[in-house]
Nanobody, 125 residues
Framework: QVQLVESGGGLVQAGGSLRLSCAAS????????VSWFRQAPGKEREFVCF????????SYADSVNGRFTISRDNAKKTVYLSMNRLKLEDTAVYYC??????????????????WGQGTQVTVSP
C-alpha cells in the first residue's frame, strides 16, 4: 500500500515557476513508477509526466516538454515536479499517482492504483 500527499501548489504569474512535491508512505516506494496528472475545470484528467522506479526513465506530454521536469528521491520517498515558464493553460488540479513498476511507460490514469488528493495550481496573467 502506498499513500500519496501532494504539496506546493499555489498562485503564480504566467512565466513563473513552481515545484510540486508528492510524498509517499510505504516501505516499497522505490518499486513504484509515478506520474503526474492534471485536471482543469470542465476538462478530463490528462497525463503530464512519468518517472520510473529508479528515476532513470522519464516521459512528458508534449504540452509540458521542455518546461516541466519530474524527479524523485527514493530515500525521501518523494517525487518532484518542477514547473517553469508556466502558462495560463497550466492551471489545474495536479495529482500524483503511483503503480507497481511494469515494463515501459504508463500514461493512462486507469493503470494507476494509488492517487493523492491533488494540489491546485493557478496561473494568472
Amino acid at each position: 500500500q502506498v499513500q500519496l500527499v501532494e504539496s506546493g501548489g499555489g498562485l503564480v504569474q504566467a512565466g513563473g515557476s513552481l515545484r510540486l512535491s508528492c510524498a509517499a508512505s510505504g516501505r516499497t516506494f522505490s518499486s513504484y513508477a509515478v506520474s503526474w496528472f492534471r485536471q482543469a475545470p470542465g476538462k478530463e484528467r490528462e497525463f503530464v509526466c512519468f518517472i520510473n522506479f529508479s528515476g532513470r526513465t522519464t516521459s512528458y506530454a508534449d504540452s509540458v516538454n521542455g518546461r516541466f521536469t519530474i524527479s524523485r528521491d527514493n530515500a525521501k520517498k518523494t517525487v518532484y515536479l518542477s514547473m517553469n515558464r508556466l502558462k495560463l493553460e497550466d492551471t489545474a488540479v495536479y495529482y500524483c499517482a503511483a503503480m507497481v513498476q511494469r515494463i515501459g511507460i504508463s500514461t493512462a490514469s486507469s493503470e494507476y492504483n494509488y492517487w493523492g488528493q491533488g494540489t491546485q495550481v493557478t496561473v494568472s496573467p
